[in-house]
């Protein structure tokens, strides 16, 4: 009857710890959010195998923001495409073409970055959750 007791009350405070976790969790599309990090330039392996671009793959160039602090971000019940994620600390930036003329001079800088937030679906997303870019400014 301890053994019993005792492991009821852990699975209510895990249950409350997961819970608490969740609501300080950022959320996914619609909600709107505002990151803080630095803009980093990377290239990544793409098609065909995503794997070396030494070995044939295209290389694709990526902007990624390397964020001030780690976030969590959670999914909601219903969501079949998104996941909860934990300890994210990059995020691949989704820019419009004329996104990185207007902010190429941010790369290397301190940034807040306001847009909202999908989760990683094909080989061309490099990172578990990306930003869909609205606005950049230096910070």
């Known amino acids: 009857m301890k053994k019993l007791f005792i492991t009821v009350i852990l699975v209510l405070l895990y249950h409350e710890y997961v819970c608490t976790q969740l609501s300080n969790c950022l959320r996914y599309e619609p909600a709107v959010v505002t990151l803080t990090g630095v803009i980093e330039r990377q ?3 793409g098609r065909p195998n995503y794997k070396s671009i030494k070995n044939g793959d295209e290389p694709e160039t990526c902007w990624i923001l390397k964020l001030q602090r780690s976030v969590c971000v959670a999914a909601s019940d219903t969501d079949q495409v998104n996941e909860t994620e934990y300890n994210v600390k990059r995020m691949h930036l989704v820019l419009q073409q004329h996104q990185y003329k207007s902010y190429h001079k941010l790369l290397g ?4 970055v306001t847009g909202t937030l999908f989760h990683s ?4 997303h490099h990172t578990r959750v990306l930003l869909t870019t609205k606005e950049i400014k230096e910070q």
Not at 109 to 112: G, P, Q
Not at 121 to 124: F, K, L, N, R
Request: glycine content about 10%; charged content about 20%.
């Open 121 to 124: 679906i094909t080989g061309h």
């Open 109 to 112: 800088r301190k940034v807040i």
């Open 43 to 45: 290239i990544f392996p």
